[in-house]
């Protein structure tokens, strides 16, 4: 992967999106669950619409590099270890809801905490389903618990 290469995904999103210094990108290799072997990713990109995640998921496929999705990394599973040479694209910045209380819906970016969801729903008289007690206020309305329980982040 070039340099240059990289400049056309950074020219993509909004400036700041996109972190390729070390330091920066080291707090995105792993999750909780601490996964000695995580990679080096290229780059951490900060969604923070679902533009930003298409424009990754086109570079990314165009150049053949794989990508990493990453919530609020607070899985046990190592499902948002890093790949070396690849990208992380996280979710932490796409934090906005929508509640519709007359056809009972919430829409809800995958970078909102599962509480601020269920805060949300239940200001217009909704439920907002919870699996696990430690899923309350950690984990982010984009982790697979959610999706199980048939809500759609």
Known sequence: MSTADLSELVAALPDGAVLTDPDLTEGYRQDWAADPNAGRPLAVVRATCTEDVQAVMRWASAHRVPVVPRGAGSGLSGGSTAVSGGIVLTTERMREISVDPVTRIAVAQPGLFNAEVKKAAAEHGLWYP?????????????????????CAA
């Open 130 to 150: 919870r699996t696990r007690p430690r899923s309350r206020s950690v984990p982010s309305a984009g982790t697979p618990r959610p999706m199980r329980a048939g």
